[in-house]
């Protein structure tokens, strides 16, 4: 069936470094894939998204490239901040079905 | 702004009681879901709706059912809890495929 894996499991790193989580997903017919950004005691809040037609995206600190090709697609966050350490999970979405595949979820830590 | 609501943080409950978990939604989004998180398993879904009264099932239906009587209400029933439905609950909502999901807060049960 669908699988979305995602990795790492956890990643720490130094305030004002860089943070890289990394998913593959196994449908092709995949065309939607959100990163949702889960912090302490609340549900997941959607922090970006790319479509199939899009090859990467930017917001901010926030950047998500996807490879069709190889079904990749990565979260890359610059300049970390505490406030960034959360659980991170990326998604796979078809058009014309109900379903998310979420990722098993990456925490991150940011050390001051 | 769009907001989940989850009628309870926590719940403890015993085994082979009846669990009813609760959702409201106030943005007349047309699907919701019932997502179950576990550590090192990601959320996976238990059941979704796309519509008042439709309903189909997740990846892990077994031991639950669900209710959508109104567009923003939708129930996750627990016919007879067991010790192995403890976990995380979250409900989701979004206007249609491919769109954000917004989620509740989650409501952490325990089963004793």
């Known amino acids: 069936g669908e699988n979305v894996e995602q990795h790492p499991s956890t990643l720490s790193v130094q305030e004002g470094d860089s943070a890289v989580i990394k998913c593959t997903y196994s449908?092709?017919?995949?065309?939607?894939f959100p990163w949702y950004k889960q912090e302490l005691g609340k549900g997941p809040q959607l922090i970006i998204d790319?479509?199939?037609?899009?090859g990467e995206k930017k917001d901010q600190r926030i950047a998500v490239t996807l490879n069709k090709t190889a079904k990749h697609f990565s979260l890359h966050i610059t300049e970390t901040q505490p406030e960034d350490s959360a659980v991170y999970f990326c998604?796979?979405?078809?058009?014309?079905?109900?379903?998310?595949?979420f990722g098993t979820g990456t925490r991150l830590k940011v050390l001051a | 702004d769009v907001k989940v609501t989850q009628s309870s943080r926590y719940l403890v409950k015993r085994t082979g009681e009846k669990v009813f978990l609760e959702c409201v939604q106030d943005?007349?989004?047309?699907?919701m879901f019932w997502y179950r998180q576990d550590p090192g398993l990601g959320l996976r879904l238990i059941y979704f709706s796309y519509d008042v009264k439709m309903k189909e099932k997740g990846d892990i239906p077994e031991g639950y059912s669900v209710s959508r009587e109104k567009k923003e209400r939708f129930s996750l029933i627990l016919e007879s809890a067991s010790t192995n439905q403890t976990s995380m609950y979250l409900c989701?909502?979004?206007?249609?495929?491919?769109?954000?999901?917004?989620f509740g807060q989650g409501t952490r049960l325990t089963v004793v």
């Open positions: 790319i479509r199939s037609n899009v």
């Open positions: 449908d092709s017919a995949s065309n939607y």
């Open positions: 989701a909502s979004r206007v249609w495929d491919n769109t954000e999901a917004f």
């Open positions: 943005m007349d989004h047309e699907n």
């Open positions: 998604a796979a979405s078809t058009s014309g079905t109900y379903k998310y595949i």
